[in-house]
């Protein structure tokens, strides 16, 4: 059981220290030239296609998916210890397990689109059950909406 809470308490304070980037300074004018300068999602279907490419790989069941979209964002954030800049969009993913032969609670992603292209998914992180260590996932990828959106991916769905 303390080898549990150890994992656990490491797991928060990584979490804690990419979610407040206490190392990081303030962002300056040429990063925040860098998020307006970031090329959107050219349409919402394209983004939400772009997050089912991005996502499906790291279910059991992908044809089994059924997907909530927050709206594209354009923000920035921490994220393992580096600040990106450009769009992100958050959401739930809802799908099969085959060990479990039901669907999986709803697990909360973040997205973080390519600048560049804005049609391509670059980076993020989903909550899966399976690589979820007892709901920290679940906890930085609510925080890390709740920073661009203003609320928790769970506050919008009632997870």
Known sequence: MQW???VTGAVW???TVALT???LPPPTSAELAAMHNATPPPSRRAA?????????PQLEEPGSA???????????LIAQGQR?????ECGEVYAKEIGHGGFLPRSPFIVFFDPQSGDRVRSGMVALPATDLEGARRTVVDNQ???ITGH???????G
């Open 4 to 6: 549990r809470w150890t």
């Open 13 to 15: 304070a990584i979490a």
């Open 21 to 23: 980037g206490c190392a």
């Open 48 to 56: 939400h296609a772009a997050v089912v490419r991005y996502v499906s």
């Open 66 to 76: 059924r997907y909530r979209f927050d709206p594209v964002r354009q923000s920035w």
């Open 84 to 88: 990106e800049f450009g769009y992100f």
């Open 145 to 147: 909406c709740q920073a």
């Open 152 to 158: 928790a991916v769970r506050t919008l769905y009632g």
